[in-house]
């Protein structure tokens, strides 16, 4: 049981996909402009990539490994993580057309979101058992979507701020994004009893 909440608060703080392995940085930057866009677009990550290290590690061990057609992981991970983007746009263009109009291009971007495709990978290259790559992929995606919401409340807040001219749009996100990347840095020595 620790092994897993050791999973779930790693990937979710520590080991953060945006912030310490730079993946899912196009959605993170695009989309973290309001916090409506962020929750949804946080949401639809989570969905997939939990659906897609769950389905993927079944394909991976239970027809690829047995078959031997390992080295077909990639194409496999990529034909799911496709799949599932597809249920989830249309659910959300059927549900909620204020949210698909707000995600705009970002929706069907999820399908090439890097930080998706590095959950499949990271959980097979860690030989994750099924449930640890469930609680990873999970975990991996309410990462994603809290720093997601944190820059968006940061940048909620900073159109009400005096910022200097040369710093407005791109160069305070980034400045923004640097540190909360070193702030969740901070987080490295929480488990470290483990």
Do not use: H
């Not at 499949?120 to 975990?139: D, H, K, L, P, W």
Request: aromatic share 14%.
């Amino acid at each position: 049981m620790s092994d897993l909440l050791f999973i779930f608060i790693s990937t979710l703080l520590i080991n953060n996909f945006v912030l310490t392995y730079f993946l899912g940085i196009c959605p993170f930057l695009g989309v973290s402009g309001k916090i409506e866009s962020a929750f949804g677009m946080g949401m639809a990550v989570t969905f997939v990539m939990t659906l897609a290290t769950s389905i993927g590690w079944l394909i991976y061990n239970l027809v690829l490994v047995k078959l031997g057609l390992s080295y077909l992981q990639f194409i496999v991970f990529i034909l799911v993580i496709a799949s599932l983007v597809q249920i989830v746009e249309m659910f959300i263009r059927k549900f909620s057309t204020g949210l698909y109009q707000a995600l705009g291009i970002y929706l069907p971007l999820i399908t090439t979101n890097c930080a998706i495709l590095g959950a499949a990978i990271f959980m097979i290259a860690r030989n994750y058992s099924f449930i640890e790559s469930v609680i990873f992929g999970f975990s991996g995606g309410m990462g994603f979507s809290l720093v997601l919401l944190v820059m968006a409340g940061i940048r909620q807040e900073l159109e009400f701020c005096d910022v200097p001219k040369v710093f407005k749009g791109a160069p305070i996100t980034l400045i923004t994004a640097g540190l909360l990347a070193l702030i969740f840095m901070g987080f490295s020595g929480l488990f470290s009893n483990l």
